[in-house]
T-cell receptor, first 112, second 112 residues
Framework: DVKVTQSSRYLVKRTGEKVFLECVQD?????MFWYRQDPGLGLRLIYF???????EKGDIPEGYSVSREKKERFSLILESASTNQTSMYLC???????????FGSGTRLTVV | DQQVKQNSPSLSVQEGRISILNCDYT??????FLWYKKYPAEGPTFLIS?????DKNEDGRFTVFLNKSAKHLSLHIVPSQPGDSAVYFC???????????FGSGTQLTVLP
C-alpha cells in the first residue's frame, strides 16, 4: 500500500513563527499536493508539484511556500504564521492523473 | 467561487436505509468525478468514481449517478451502516487530470 506520512499530527505555533510541515511518500509518486481543510470550505489546494524542484500555486497560496528537493518529500512552509492559518493540513500524492490520490493523516495546526 | 458544491453540510439516516449525498458542479470542463470518505483524524480515502461517459457506476453498497445536463451527481449507499458515518467529499477534475477540486463535504451519521 502507498503510504503518505505527515511528520506531525498536532502542532501549536505562535503568531509570526516560521512553520514547516513535512510530507513523505514511499511509492515513487510524481505528483504531490498540499490542501487545507476548513469547516464549510472543504479541501482547498495550496500548492502542488509534478516533479522535483518544481511547484505550482493552487487556489490559496498566499502566506505559504513549498519545497521539493527530493521526489519523496514535499514540504509546506508558513513564512510567518498567522491565526487564520489555523487549520487541518493534508498532504496527498499520486502517480499520474487523479485516479490514485493517496492522502496522509493530516496535521492539525493551531496558531496562537 | 466554489466550482464543486455540496449544499447539505450534514445528513442523518437510520441503519439499513438508503443514504443519498448530493453534489453540484459549475465547471463544464469537469469530466471525471470522485467521492472520498474521511474519518476524524484520518486523511480522505477514495470511495468511488465516475467518468463523464457514464451515468452510473456501482461498487457493492455504493452507487454514483451522474446527470451531466444538470451538472449534478449523487452517491447512494444502500444499506447504510453505522461504520459509514464519516464526512463525504465530492471531487472533480477536467481532462488534464492534473488536480482535483473538492466540495465542502457532507457529514453523514448513520443511526443504529
Amino acid at each position: 500500500d502507498v503510504k503518505v506520512t505527515q511528520s506531525s499530527r498536532y502542532l501549536v505555533k505562535r503568531t509570526g513563527e516560521k512553520v514547516f510541515l513535512e510530507c513523505v511518500q514511499d511509492m515513487d509518486h510524481e505528483n504531490m499536493f498540499w490542501y487545507r481543510q476548513d469547516p464549510g470550505l472543504g479541501l482547498r489546494l495550496i500548492y502542488f508539484s509534478y516533479d522535483v524542484k518544481m511547484k505550482e500555486k493552487g487556489d490559496i497560496p498566499e502566506g505559504y511556500s513549498v519545497s521539493r528537493e527530493k521526489k519523496e518529500r514535499f514540504s509546506l512552509i508558513l513564512e510567518s504564521a498567522s491565526t487564520n492559518q489555523t487549520s487541518m493540513y493534508l498532504c496527498a500524492s499520486s502517480f499520474g492523473g487523479v485516479r490514485g490520490y493517496t492522502f496522509g493523516s493530516g496535521t492539525r495546526l493551531t496558531v496562537v | 467561487d466554489q466550482q464543486v458544491k455540496q449544499n447539505s453540510p450534514s445528513l442523518s439516516v437510520q441503519e439499513g436505509r438508503i443514504s443519498i449525498l448530493n453534489c453540484d458542479y459549475t465547471n463544464s470542463m469537469f469530466d471525471y468525478f470522485l467521492w472520498y470518505k474521511k474519518y476524524p483524524a484520518e486523511g480522505p480515502t477514495f470511495l468511488i468514481s465516475i467518468s463523464s461517459i457514464k451515468d452510473k457506476n456501482e461498487d457493492g453498497r455504493f452507487t454514483v449517478f451522474l446527470n451531466k445536463s444538470a451538472k449534478h451527481l449523487s452517491l447512494h449507499i444502500v444499506p447504510s451502516q453505522p461504520g459509514d458515518s464519516a464526512v463525504y467529499f465530492c471531487a472533480a477534475s477536467d481532462r488534464s487530470a492534473r488536480q482535483l477540486t473538492f466540495g465542502s463535504g457532507t457529514q453523514l451519521t448513520v443511526l443504529p
